[in-house]
C-alpha cells in the first residue's frame, strides 16, 4: 500500500516537473523558507538570517500608535525586542486592514528579510529572472513580502502587507495597477485616522 502510494506521488511529481511546476524548489530557493531566525505574530511570519537582522528591523519600524510613558524606555534586551516587533507588525497589519476597511481572516503573511540589498536583489533575480530596481515586494504566490532589514520603514511594510490584504480580500484579484493605488494610500495614510464611509 505504502509503495503505491509513492508510486503515485512520483508520478504526481514527475508529471508536475515535466509541465515546468517546481514552486517548491522555486520557492526554497528564492530564500523565503531558509532564514534562521523566525518570529511568528498573529498575522505574519517574519524570516531573518539571525536575532541582530531581528533588532535591525525593530528599529527600523518605527510604529506606536498608542505610546505609553514606558515605551520611552526601551529595552536593549533583544527577547523584548522581539515582543515589541510582534506588537507593532501586528497593530499595523490591523490599521492597514482598518485603512482598506478590508478585514478578513487569512493565512499568516509570509516576511522574508534580508541582510543586505545585494541578498535583496539575488532574490529578486531568481524570482523574475530580471535585474532587480525595487526595494520591496510582495508575491502572491507565495503569499511573501521580501524586504531588507537595512533598508526598510514601516511605510514600506503597509504598503507590501497592503499587497497581501488586498489580494485576498477579493474573490477575484483586483489589476495590478488598481492594487498599487490602493497599496500607495496605504502607506501615505498610515498615520492618519481611519476614515469611515
Ligand atoms: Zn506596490
Redesign the pocket.
Known sequence: MQSRVSVILLALYTFLFLCGVDLFFWHEECGANTGKYKVVTKHTSLVFNSREDMVLFNNAIDYEPNTSLSDFFSSSNSLDQEKELIRKVDLLFEKVQAILDMRKRMRKVRVRLFSNSDQLKRAYRKIFGKKCHIRG??VYDFNTVFLNVRDVHEGMLA??L??AIIDHYLTVRPPRAT??IL??YVDKHLFDEVKTY
Open positions: 515586494w510582495y504598503h507590501e497592503g499587497h492594487a498599487e497599496a500607495k
